[in-house]
């Protein structure tokens, strides 16, 4: 009796598996704490940019405040790059944004790294 009760705790953890493999990770977007966003600002210049988070609406605006970054950048591959390192220079530490901007095709999302308590700070 005492091996039969075993095989179905056994079983039973087995079958239920870890609940970080349950549910696929969405991949982030413009909206997405942490996510890095590169804005083509003209042919082969970018600049980086990290949302911070969301605002609440004003006058039915839609806001994110995002840090942008000083480099101007000639590639996505370069920005993709440059999101990776945690030392990158700070043009702006929370500038405010209309998601409204995002929807122009000049914006891509490159990087996504978990904000710090520091970086949750700046909002």
Known sequence: MARVRHCWLCLALVSTG???DAVPESEPTFRT??????ARIAPSEY???????????????QLLVVTQYTP????????????????IPIRYQALVVPLSEFSNGRWEVVWFRSLTEDEKDAL
């Open 18 to 20: 870890c609940s970080a």
């Open 33 to 38: 704490p942490g996510a890095f966003l590169a």
């Open 47 to 61: 600049t980086l940019s990290r949302t911070i988070g969301e605002l609440p609406p004003i006058a039915g605006q």
């Open 72 to 87: 101007v950048l000639h590639s996505l591959a370069a920005a993709r790059e440059l999101a990776q390192d945690s030392t």
